[in-house]
């Protein structure tokens, strides 16, 4: 029996609606107590000092890129997951356009058996919406359910052809599986590389309008309801995307959206000035798509996070070796790995206060979880929860440090970041994952 | 910085234009085929006063121009700075007898490539060259025809010719350099 | 910000008095060309007048003066070039430069030939000066991040061509002198010109009013003021915007007509190249309504009988030619600014006295 004991941190577990100071103590990789003083309670465990820090479930993410196999140049399982770890992550769920894309029992298995030798926290892989992510044929949904795909997603790639998109909804209903979009007409996209606006022409780059986005929600929904199936919407970025998930939701579609950290923190100005406006940067590691957006669209996703018309927010970890980005702003590959800065930069809009802490604990953990119903799954009961029983998967948080990021310092193997020299304010301390340490800070003290 | 010592004022710089005029038509016989031509800058105002004077005596002006060697330094890359060139207008060159004019003579390299620049725009039969000063340090095989005033100098003095058109004032000075470590 | 475009000061010349030698190049401050967004209106004003000095180079019996022997200019084209690249090659050998021209094809660029190594190479090779023409924007940008060597910009995707720019300033300067209060419109593709681009900073710069007119399809989103927050309203250039020519040209000083590229039309941005000839081609009676003593200018090259007829193209107004020339003086010019202060490799700086005389 190993016992880790966590001492007088501030417990925010928003699934129980608990935040107060507490001990918890974990007893065999499950939470056994949560409690003031339950850790005295423990004569011999493994003990935390939690005093000043956060404890709150380990964070679950909707949407990484863990490359492995195909890309292990950009990342590897073993790699993201540390860095995952690093993060404050317990569960990842992993895209499938790896080489060859997860469209096949044997692709899904391959990564869940390198999971298992490799990870450092849990993959639940994604499978293929479509055959080779071609947009063609579906792939063979069931098969892959039966593999233990968590959802179907093309990601990058969106389904363009509504047909076929609205047979993957209905085929998805039979697996209740959510099928995951990234929203994005390749028609009117066509070859942009920026959010179109302003800096766009500042830049002389052709842009990716905002309807390009704002289109495939409004046509996926209506599919969405037609169908009945459920359809989440991948890393939504405008604030026309918004209004009509809110108005989804309000008709009662089972529609459930995630965003990231950069769009709701940085805008597209990001692009050409890199926040010191002194040259021109073009900026390779603030190419994303969907592309960063304007002030108005930050303030539409921060509110629609904070009234859970957001579920989640999920990373779109993509990491690219500095031979996909030290190039021409055309031929970069677009993305940014997010994994080990998500916690600091989501925590700007705590500290200018736009979002409580707890409600973001909530978006990182139980949110996501229950928006594709994975505490449903056998073995991930309580996922994203600190309820007795429930999986010992926490993180341990400082929302106070002040860190300076340095990509030479990822545990990633992707050091494309938009934030290099920049100081955030919030550090994961410490990861624990099934009741054990997979990460920890000098800051974290044992007792 | 050191105190500039005067080698030369107003007066006496008057009188050596005087003399160079004379010398100059001397040399040349009369004022035919002759063409002042200034070196930017104030070998321009030289060559303008050295004109007048013959004016003054000849009663004839001999045509003057004005070169700018700027382009023609082969010394850009260890100069350190760019300097802005100054307009060159020149009269007919083509088998003249050019008298360049220049205020300073020092290691040469002005006067080659006053010469190099010359020839761009034609072929004058003979060039001379007049200084105002020769202060020596040659560094190439070049030497003045006719010279205002021999002033010896070490190798980082400073040397000053300052026109009234330009700086307000007539004079020479010697500013005195650092000794060569 | 940018918002030193408004809030410079052109400064007076400083001329030296106490020594004997030419006025210094003060008014400089570039190691690279990248665009015209960060040049001062004293900038400008110092790259016309040396290239003033430049044309009278050019008029000489043997235009050929030692000025950047030993100074190595690499002409790095990864686009197709006739005119911008012969003006860069001549201004280099009437220098005294060494000048190399190559051509890479965007297609090497994609099989894994970055641009990177590319520039590095030639720098390893002892260039001082790389002239790059690119069809992506920002691909100078990139060049100048990682190499020593001045990085010049001949165009880069719809964003910059600041040499265009300036030798069209200097060709309007020659005719109208003082730019500051003229009416400049610029008609045609606004969206994917470069030239555009470039030359909204340098008319900025100088204080002329600008106006730019095509077909909504062909202007740029964000591009009017008020379609900017409030805080980048200085991070383009001020512009007033038309979509009628006949209205855009009236009362203009300067009009010049921007090359259509007849992609447009298949990238359904257009009807139709005809419809597009009756709606912005430039024409006498278009131009009736300018100023009578207004320019024409044309970046070239162009497309007589769309964008701009055959006949004001060779009218009276016309100073299309001239542009060419001029660009030659004003590339000399930029040439000269940018080898100054630099040394060669094992050679060490003299005494400013001895460099001087």
Known sequence: MTTLAIHNGRVIDPALGRDGIADLVIVDGRISRVGPNEGDMVVEAERIDASGLVVAPGFVDLHVHLREPGFEYKETIASGTAAAARGGYTTVCAMPNTRPPLDSRAAVESVLREAEASARVRVLPIGCITSGRAGKELAPAGELAGAGVVALSDDGDAVADPSLMRHALEYSTRFGLPVAQHCEDPRLVRDGQMHEGWVATRLGLRGRPASAEETFVARDIALAELTGAHLHICHVSTAGSVALIRAARERGAHVTAEVTPHHLTLSHEEVAFGGSYAELTYDTNAKVNPPLREESDLEALIAALRDGVIDAVATDHAPHATIDKEIEFDLAAPGISGLETAFGLAMRLVHEGRLSLPTLVERLTVGPVRAWGLDRRHGLEGLGTLAPGALGDLVLLDPEADWTVDPERFASRGRNTPLAGRTLRGGVVATVFGGRLVHQTERAVAL | ?181 | MTTEITSRVAGSRRHNARTSESPRTDAWNHTDILDLDDFTREEIDTVLELADRMREILDRRIARVPALRGFTVVNLFYEPSTRTRASFELAGKVLGADVLSLSASTSSVQKGESLIDTVRTMRAMRADAIVIRHAMAGAPYLAAKHTDASIINAGDGAHAHPTQALLDLYTMRRHVGELAGKRVVMVGDIAHSRVARSDLWGLAAVGAEVVVCGPPTLLPRGLRAGDRPAHAESALPPVTIETDADRAIAGADVVMALRLQSERQEGGLLPSLHEYAQHYQVTAERLARAQPNHLLMHPGPKNEGIEISGAVAKGSHSIIEEQVTNGVAVRMALLYLLSGGKELPGEAAPAREEARR
């Open chain 2, 1 to 181: 910085m050191p105190d500039p010592a005067l080698v030369l004022d107003a007066e006496g710089i008057r009188r050596a234009v005087t003399r160079l005029g004379h010398e100059i038509v001397e040399a040349n016989r009369g004022v035919d085929d002759l063409v002042l031509v200034g070196i930017q800058s104030r070998g321009v105002t030289l060559a303008e006063r050295i004109a007048s004077a013959i004016e003054a005596f000849e009663h004839r002006r001999p045509p003057t121009g004005a070169l700018d060697v700027t382009m023609h330094r082969d010394d850009f890359a260890r100069s350190g700075l760019r300097q802005t060139p100054r307009p060159t207008r020149l009269p007919a060159i083509e088998g003249k007898i050019v008298v360049l004019v220049d205020d300073v003579l020092y290691t040469g390299r002005t006067i080659r490539a006053a010469m190099d620049t010359l020839n761009d725009y034609g072929r004058p039969a003979v060039i001379r060259l007049v200084v105002l000063v020769d202060r020596g340090h040659r560094e190439l095989p070049i030497r003045a025809d006719l010279v205002g005033k021999n002033i010896p100098t070490a190798r980082f003095d400073d040397v000053r010719v300052l026109l009234n058109e330009e700086d307000g004032r007539d004079a020479v000075e010697v500013v005195p350099g650092k000794v060569e470590a």
